[in-house]
């Protein structure tokens, strides 16, 4: 590598110290204000960390499609210090971003060398991918911080062999465990590296097999609790699973292994093509590396590839491939999110191509800069860092943070009416249009009210109070209440939020007591089990092919005591033969009038 000892007095520590300010200002730079709103799933951790403070001690937490618990007891934590805000979710995430920055430096100064490390330190520090995500309050930004951890802690035992560098080892390889769903790769990534030291250096394994041996005995010890909780809770284990991934989406139809290969052609192409096209984790489709950094990148693969049967460069190399897995392995490849683990292992390369091209410089450079090598290319590499530093910045606070989509996914509109819960007037009931329910965007930070709150789905219906009592509707503009809208109209509106292009982003429409909407009304009045009575509908007599056809009706609820009530709408004809039907669940019994709205699109050979 080139000569970094021409930087003189300047230690590593220093330089790295520099790196982690950076790290920490593009991290926690206004973390109160971007990303706007809060996600579902970021509210969800924050929902389980309050019940935590109330006194639940889970091993791992079912609610919301299971969640590995370490993330949610750290949110605890943080938000005992600074509070229920949005900010003490994502600071976690935050530092836990910064932190890996600094395992990052270690892992690859002890594979690949300082000049390495603190370059691949420097580009994790500044690059846009793990910038946005670990502004995000997700646990999966607990992983890049662990990878690095285990790859560092497992070299360092090998090389050090000693018990006590392999028992700390194994218990944060463990540990890891508790993280995040694409942390499991991890065993897997120590598994194949260890079995490569058995194939390709024998004596390596045989002078180290009692540490290694510890060092599994140790993982295995730490992980057990959880272990234990799959093995009674197996649900547990397989639920997100079951639910992102690619080979069940492929056994329906598709061709199971022609679908994995084209998600692992997507997670490759993710470095240099095309990059994650969710708006929540990326701008859409932008690669993780612009032309240059992806050069540097390739070359850095290259560098690695040829030194293959080098344990150091075959461990970055299968620590990034292992951890793309978990994308390549699921639907909506590439996922930013899901691979993570891979960040610090895809800069740590960057890095060994940045410092290949230094060392090639400064040996051709002529005699009278040859003395000065070092310093000019350590220079060259901090214009280069800058340079991607405020394009990151320019890319995520101007554009990404900015944008009018950027609010609407992370539920800008959400959490802005859930703000406005405690200013409404308490001589009223508040119902909160929402697609799920009860929301835990709402939940969390809808803070004294929440309790007092109703749902109903303004996508398929409208709802009314008993009659006399007061009702306000917080009315998010996401999704569109495309069945409530014709009732709500009517209704007078006294608040109202703004997205950043002026747009609303919620209304909140008052119903005075003494007045009531009309619903829909028949001659065909109709009782379900004692607990629901129909007191209307608007069913067309007419259907035409290729066209919606839309039936409401209007319903009361007679018992309030019965919890939740499921209703099925079927088209049937004139012999009998059931053409359409739609079940609606969800539907809450608390005392409402309510009018579900049921929508097919009729087949073309309908008759």
């Keep these: 590598m080139f000569a970094w000892k021409r930087w003189g007095a300047v230690s590593d520590g220093l330089l790295l110290l520099g790196v982690l300010v950076v790290a920490a200002f593009l991290r926690l730079s206004r973390l109160d204000e971007v990303p706007p709103g809060l996600h579902f799933d ?3 951790y924050g929902v389980l960390a309050l019940d935590v403070l109330r006194g639940d001690r889970p091993i791992f937490f079912s609610a919301y499609a299971s ?3 370490l993330f949610v007891y750290l949110v605890a934590l943080s938000i005992s210090l600074v509070g229920q805000t949005p900010l003490a979710i994502r600071l976690v995430a935050a530092l836990a971003g910064v932190l890996a920055v600094a395992t990052t430096y270690w892992a690859g100064r002890l594979l690949l060398g300082r000049a390495v490390g603190l370059l691949g330190a420097g580009a994790m520090a500044v690059s846009f991918w793990p910038v946005l995500t670990t502004r995000l309050g997700y646990r999966a930004n607990l992983v890049p911080l662990f990878v690095a951890l285990v790859v560092a802690l497992l070299w ?12 700390v080892a194994g218990g944060v390889l463990g540990l890891s465990l508790y993280t995040y769903l694409s942390a499991r790769t991890i065993p897997i990534l120590v598994a194949v590296f260890l079995l490569g030291q058995l194939l390709f250096d024998r004596d390596w394994v045989r002078r180290r097999w009692r540490g290694i ?15 234990l909780h799959f093995a009674y809770h197996p649900d547990d284990f397989v639920e997100r699973m079951r639910q992102a991934a ?8 598709a061709d199971g292994r022609g679908t994995v290969l084209d998600h692992t052609l997507r997670t490759l192409g993710m470095f240099a093509i095309r990059g994650d096209e969710d708006p929540k984790y990326n701008l859409p489709g932008q690669p993780v590396f612009d032309p240059l950094p992806a050069a540097l990148f390739v070359l850095g693969l290259a560098v690695a590839v040829r030194r293959g049967r080098s344990s150091a460069e075959r461990l970055v190399l299968l620590w990034l491939l292992v951890m793309l897995l978990p994308g390549a392995l699921s639907v909506d490849s590439p996922h930013f999110l899901r691979t993570l683990g891979a960040a610090p292992a895809a800069h740590l390369l960057l890095a060994l191509g940045l410092a290949t091209v230094l060392r090639w410089v400064s040996r051709g450079a002529p005699p009278a800069l040859a003395r000065r090598a070092g310093w000019l290319g350590g220079a060259a590499a901090v214009v280069v860092l800058t340079a991607l530093g405020l394009q990151t910045a320019d890319r995520y606070f101007r554009v990404w943070g900015a944008s009018v989509d950027t609010f609407v996914v992370q539920m800008g509109d959400v959490a802005a009416a859930a703000r406005v819960l405690d200013e409404l007037p308490g001589d009223g009931a508040i119902y909160v249009a929402t697609t799920y329910a009860p929301h835990p965007t709402v939940a969390y930070v809808g803070s004294r009210r929440y309790g007092a709150v109703r749902w109903f789905d303004p996508t398929k219906t409208f709802v009314l109070p008993p009659p006399g009592t007061p009702a306000y509707y917080v009315v998010p503009s996401t999704p569109a209440p495309v069945a409530a809208e014709p009732y709500l109209a009517s209704l007078p509106v006294v608040r109202e939020g703004r997205r950043p292009d002026g747009s609303a982003s919620y209304r909140v429409y008052a ?6 909407p009309r619903l829909l009304s028949t001659d065909r009045w109709a009782r379900v ?3 629901l009575q129909l007191r209307g509908g608007d069913i067309p007599t007419r259907v035409t092919a290729g066209q919606d056809l839309v039936v409401r009706t209007a319903w009361q609820v007679l018992e309030r005591s019965v919890g939740e009530v499921r209703l099925s709408m079927r088209l049937v004809d004139e012999q009998g033969e059931v053409w359409a039907q739609v079940d609606e669940g969800g539907l809450g019994t608390e005392a409402w009038e309510g009018v579900p709205c049921w929508r097919w699109s009729i087949a073309s050979e309908f008759q």
């Design 529 to 531: 089990a004692g607990v």
């Design 246 to 253: 690619v080979v069940s989406v492929g056994s329906n139809g």
């Design 213 to 227: 041996g510890l060092y599994g005995l140790v993982a295995v010890l730490v992980a057990t609790p959880l272990a």
């Design 156 to 167: 360092r035992a090998g090389q050090r062999n000693r018990f006590l560098d392999w028992a």
């Design 511 to 516: 119903l005075p007591a003494d007045a009531r």
């Design 67 to 69: 969640r590995e618990p």
């Design 42 to 44: 970021e509210a969800a």
